[in-house]
């Protein structure tokens, strides 16, 4: 069978480093769904990884690229650029944090901008920089990040780690406590882990780690990469916590589908990376900031938020509905629009059995399939991947 998808993966599999197994090859994407190079149609619950989160192909994120590729596609940072001006007041503002934003490329970036400002205010504030991290966390793959990324498999074979990174378990106030010291200067966590699980901080742990924080003059961090722009029902997932983080980072949903990343600060913070302290050629891209711009508008005019802890409650429902008819399903978890379903062993036999019904998943963690679809989801959309869902478990775990 001649089939345009394999001769395009052989050609990959020579010539990409095999940092990635993809078996896929995606040619284009419509709204919540995108298509193979030989027309095979799939729902994309895995939003490529929580980035397409206003679908693909959105008509403003588009002509917002347009118009923007058009006028100027880039401008260094010894220039004012009008996108990511605008932006940074937007993002300034939807946090209510009262401080100011630093532009980059990637979650990574996003995430080591955060560390080495923290560290800046430490070694001001009593010569600390000791950042306590989360087990089953996720930060990126730098070396700071995948240091600060408290998973083993993240960091083989990359010794030596850059120093001033301390492990907590996530949940655990108890162990956070115990991981504190002198040399301490930040918490830094996911509201809502993802790639570790999909395990959404309890209140009492957020509440608890700010508390922390305040009487131990710590900065705390929330890493937003994947939580962020919605994908829990609120802009930021530490909105739907009694909580402010000093600073937090966005990336992944950002831009559309551009790359693009962002560390916002409080008003505290605002002004600690001063002159040449930091820097990005392409941090704040105006084609990525236009992009950005339209997606925030289209998750204010489409009702987004709403519709991620709408529609992300019946997910959930009815995630949970198999989960009590199949012993093998664990457990249903997350928020909005951000789901786990937990299995009893490899989450990859189910991934690949939605897969052949039609559907793209994700696996997270030893033993979670997630979900991380579109926020423009609807439930009309749910009932035909509910079909799907039912007939992969029949699949993989019937009589
Ligand atoms: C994906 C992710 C990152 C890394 O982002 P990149 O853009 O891949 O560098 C960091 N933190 C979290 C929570 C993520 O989900």
Redo the contacts with the bound molecule.
């Keep these: 069978m001649s089939n345009k998808n394999d001769a395009i993966l052989e050609l990959y599999t020579s010539k990409v480093m095999p940092t990635y197994a993809p078996s896929l090859v995606i040619a284009g994407g419509k709204g919540i769904t995108v298509r193979d190079p030989d027309g095979m149609s799939y729902y994309d619950f895995t939003s490529g990884?929580g980035v397409q989160s206003v679908g693909y192909g959105n008509k403003k994120v588009v002509e917002a690229i347009q118009a923007q590729a058009a006028a100027l596609t880039h401008c260094s940072n010894l220039f004012v650029n009008i996108p990511a001006t605008n932006l940074a007041a937007k993002l300034v503002d939807l946090s209510g944090l009262g401080g100011k934003v630093f532009f980059c490329n990637?979650?990574?970036?996003a995430?080591e901008a955060a560390i080495k400002l923290a560290r800046k205010w430490g070694a001001a504030n009593g010569g600390r920089y000791e950042i306590v991290t989360m087990r089953q966390g996720?930060?990126?793959?730098t070396l700071a990040t995948v240091t600060a990324t408290a998973q083993a498999w993240c960091q083989e074979g990359y010794d030596p780690l850059p120093v001033g990174f301390a492990y907590a378990d996530f949940n655990d106030l108890a162990s956070v406590k115990a991981a504190i010291n002198e040399k301490t200067v930040a918490i830094m966590l996911?509201p809502v882990q993802?790639?570790g699980g999909v395990t959404p901080a309890t209140d009492e742990f957020m509440k608890g780690v700010r508390a922390l924080c305040d009487e131990k003059n710590l900065l705390m961090i929330c890493?937003e990469?994947?939580s962020g722009m919605g994908r829990t029902g609120t802009w930021f997932a530490w909105q739907g916590y009694d909580v402010k983080p000093d600073l937090f980072t966005l990336?992944?949903a950002l831009a559309g589908g551009l790359p693009m990343?962002a560390l916002i600060s409080n008003a505290k913070l605002a002004d600690t990376f001063t002159k040449s302290a930091h820097a990005s050629t392409f941090g704040g891209n105006p084609v990525a900031a236009a992009a950005a711009l339209a997606v925030i508008d289209v998750i204010e005019s489409e009702k987004l938020l709403a519709n991620a802890t709408k529609v992300g409650a019946v997910l959930k429902e009815k995630l949970q509905e198999f989960a009590d008819q199949y012993d093998k399903l664990l457990d249903v978890r997350g928020k909005g629009l951000m789901l786990g379903l937990v299995v009893d062993g490899d989450p990859k036999e189910l991934v690949e059995a939605f897969k052949a019904q039609g559907l793209l998943t994700l696996t997270a963690g030893q033993n979670v399939v997630r979900f991380l679809p579109p926020l423009t989801l609807s439930e009309d959309d749910l009932e035909d991947v509910m079909d799907m869902v039912s007939d992969a478990l029949d699949c993989t775990y019937g009589e």
């Design positions: 990884i990637s979650g990574a970036e995430n996720f930060h990126g793959r996911e993802g790639e890493d990469v994947q990336a992944k990343g």
